[in-house]
T-cell receptor
Framework: AQSVTQLDSHVSVSEGTPVLLRCNYS??????LFWYVQHPNKGLQLLLK??????LVKGINGFEAEFKKSETSFHLTKPSAHMSDAAEYFC?????????????FGKGTKLSVKP | ETGVTQTPRHLVMGMTNKKSLKCEQH?????MYWYKQSAKKPLELMFV???????ENNSVPSRFSPECPNSSHLFLHLHTLQPEDSALYLC?????????????FGPGTRLTVT
C-alpha cells in the first residue's frame, strides 16, 4: 500500500534562509508525488508534481523538490524563505492500490517564517 | 482562484438541522471529491465521483449524503450531525478517468456543529 510520511510537523526558519521540508514515501509502484500548500483559511494549492519525468521538479514561488528513489524521499526546498511562505505544506502520493485517481496526503508540515 | 468554488464559506448548524454544501468546478474536469479536514488529523477522503458515478465512499456515516447531478456540480447534504463533525470540508476536482492527476481544491466550507 502507498503511504507518505512528513518527518516534521513544524519547521521554523528566518526570512531569507533556506527551507527544507522533508517527505518520505512508500509505494509498490512508480508513484506520482505532489506538494500542496495551504494558507490559513484557504484551500490547498498545488506547488509542484513529479510524474516520472525529470527527478528535479520546479514549482511555483521558487520551490522545488527532488525525487530520490534510492532514499524514497521527495523533499521540498526553497533557497530563500519569504514571509508569505508561512503556511502548511502537504506531501502527497498517488494511490495506485486503491481507486484510480485517489491521492494519499501526509499529515502536513507547518512552516513559520520569522522576520 | 483555482476554478473550484464552494458555498457557503462558513456554516453553523445545530444537530437537528439539515443543510447542504455546494461545490462547482469550471475546469471541465470529470472527477470530483469531498474531503474532511480536522485539526491535527490528515486530510480524510470522504467521497469520489468519476463521470458522475460514485466510485469511493470511505466508510462515511450516513448523516453525510453526497449528490453529483453533473460533472460540474457536487453537493454534500448534512443531517443530524454531531459536534465531532465540525471541520473544514474541502471539495476538489481532477481530470478523472483512470489517470492519477493533480487535484484542484476549493476554499472550503468551515462547518461548526453546535
Amino acid at each position: 500500500a502507498q503511504s507518505v510520511t512528513q518527518l516534521d510537523s513544524h519547521v521554523s526558519v528566518s526570512e531569507g534562509t533556506p527551507v527544507l521540508l522533508r517527505c518520505n514515501y512508500s509505494s509498490s509502484y512508480s508513484p506520482s508525488l505532489f506538494w500542496y500548500v495551504q494558507h490559513p483559511n484557504k484551500g490547498l494549492q498545488l506547488l509542484l508534481k513529479y510524474t516520472s519525468a525529470a527527478t528535479l521538479v520546479k514549482g511555483i514561488n521558487g520551490f522545488e523538490a527532488e525525487f530520490k528513489k534510492s532514499e524514497t524521499s521527495f523533499h521540498l526546498t526553497k533557497p530563500s524563505a519569504h514571509m508569505s511562505d508561512a503556511a502548511e505544506y502537504f506531501c502527497v502520493v498517488s494511490d495506485y492500490g486503491g481507486s484510480q485517481g485517489n491521492l494519499i496526503f501526509g499529515k502536513g508540515t507547518k512552516l513559520s517564517v520569522k522576520p | 482562484e483555482t476554478g473550484v468554488t464552494q458555498t457557503p464559506r462558513h456554516l453553523v448548524m445545530g444537530m437537528t438541522n439539515k443543510k447542504s454544501l455546494k461545490c462547482e468546478q469550471h475546469l471541465g474536469h470529470n472527477a470530483m471529491y469531498w474531503y474532511k479536514q480536522s485539526a491535527k488529523k490528515p486530510l480524510e477522503l470522504m467521497f469520489v465521483y468519476n463521470f458522475k458515478e460514485q466510485t469511493e465512499n470511505n466508510s462515511v456515516p450516513s448523516r453525510f449524503s453526497p449528490e453529483c447531478p453533473n460533472s460540474s456540480h457536487l453537493f454534500l447534504h448534512l443531517h443530524t450531525l454531531q459536534p465531532e463533525d465540525s471541520a473544514l470540508y474541502l471539495c476538489a476536482s481532477s481530470q478523472g478517468g483512470q489517470r492519477v492527476d493533480e487535484q484542484y481544491f476549493g476554499p472550503g466550507t468551515r462547518l461548526t456543529v453546535t
